[in-house]
């Protein structure tokens, strides 16, 4: 899931310098150049999905497990004498769609008021403590203000006492590129790290280099041109935030909803978090610029404190998920959701075959 924040970042880095380095292009040019070359990865996309076999799984899900092997078999590139390994990964699709369709109902029949009772689970106590924790990482993954400076970057930087467009875009555009080379180290690390650690040093940085921006912007606001330096130690913080951020809430905010629900309820509950990513984003869109022209100081406050929070809620209420067992994450929680999910799939494991080929397969081996 760190991966996806890194894909993320990198196609920002490249809108960006795009952007940039068109910018003086002479006549409508300027913008029909960086349009036409996001027409690339489109047609890319488009004509691979003629070549793209149907997904397995929801092959599986429509009871299609045929054609579900021989979809997984063209993905997979084993021929039928290699079909084992194949044949495993097709039972242990059906384990997972047998498992969701036990505990929560044939998603394929169910009608919009029961979508809405298997939803509604989501904040029942079994799951409750789970949702928020999914919910409130992508609350303070938005609220740390890194879209702001995103979107809103070049207005952001003049905040600081830069003046000139050259300086504020190159100033704005190295945001993204100090954001793409701190997931770098989070992807490696992140499970030798811990999630816990990474969030409260992340929240900490964060919050510390708001608080420095927002001190200077209040002191210095009518008087940058006296304190040149101080603009660029304020530029500084900025990329200190950011590195701060993509080593921490950035990619741990895609990987702390998918551990921390189990299989039932995952698709679901990483679901809502994501829509709660967007939502927040909306949010910080929204009302970013009215903010800004109402007080810059007040801007780097508020992400501080959103910051300070994090580092709060991170510290006393977040589960460390790395490298530990689902017994210790129920335990966590106060709830067996995660045990009983692992009784109903070991049962259904036997029913489907799936232990006897696994054990046949490793003693061929």
Not at 250 to 270: A, T, Y
Not at 329 to 336: G, L, Q
Request: hydrophobic share 50%.
């Amino acid at each position: 899931m760190a991966l996806e924040q890194l894909s993320i970042v990198l196609g920002v880095v490249l809108g960006f310098w795009i952007g940039f380095w068109t910018r003086n292009v002479p006549s409508a040019m300027s913008w029909r150049i960086p349009l036409g070359i996001q027409l690339i990865p489109g047609l890319v996309l488009a004509i691979g999905t003629l070549f793209l076999p149907p997904s397995p799984r929801l092959m599986v899900l429509h009871g299609r497990h045929e054609d579900a092997e021989r979809s997984l078999t063209m993905l997979r590139g084993r021929n039928g004498d290699q079909g084992g390994l194949v044949k495993v990964e097709l039972l242990e699709m059906q384990v997972e769609t047998i498992l969701v369709q036990r505990v929560d109902g044939d998603v394929t029949t169910k009608g919009v008021f029961d979508e809405l009772r298997a939803w509604k689970r989501l904040f029942g106590r079994k799951y409750r403590d789970r949702t928020m924790v999914g919910v409130l990482i992508m609350v303070f993954q938005q609220w740390s203000g890194i879209n702001a400076l995103l979107y809103y970057g070049p207005t952001l930087v003049h905040s600081i006492g830069l003046r000139g467009d050259s300086i504020t875009l190159l100033v704005s555009g190295g945001i993204g590129i100090v954001q793409f080379l701190a997931v770098l180290p989070a992807i490696v690390y992140i499970d030798r790290w811990g999630r816990k650690p990474l969030l409260r040093g992340g929240a900490a940085i964060m919050a510390t280099a708001h608080l420095t921006i927002a001190m200077l912007v209040l002191m210095l606001e009518d008087e940058w041109a006296t304190y040149p330096a101080a603009a660029w130690i304020a530029v500084g913080g900025i990329y200190v935030f950011t590195a701060a951020y993509g080593v921490s809430f950035g990619p741990i905010g895609w990987v702390l909803p998918s551990e921390v629900f189990p299989l039932s309820m995952r698709s679901r509950g990483v679901a809502f978090s994501t829509a709660s990513n967007w939502f927040n984003n909306f949010l910080i869109g929204l009302i970013t610029p009215v903010v800004i022209n109402f007080s810059a100081s007040g801007t780097f406050m508020i992400f501080s404190t959103a910051c300070f929070f994090a580092y709060l809620w991170s510290t006393y209420l977040v589960p460390e998920t790395a490298n530990v067992s689902l017994e210790e994450i129920d335990a966590i929680f106060t709830s067996s959701a995660g045990m009983e999910d692992l009784e109903v799939k070991h049962q259904i494991e036997e029913e489907l075959g799936l232990t006897a080929l696994v054990k046949e397969l490793g003693e061929e081996q």
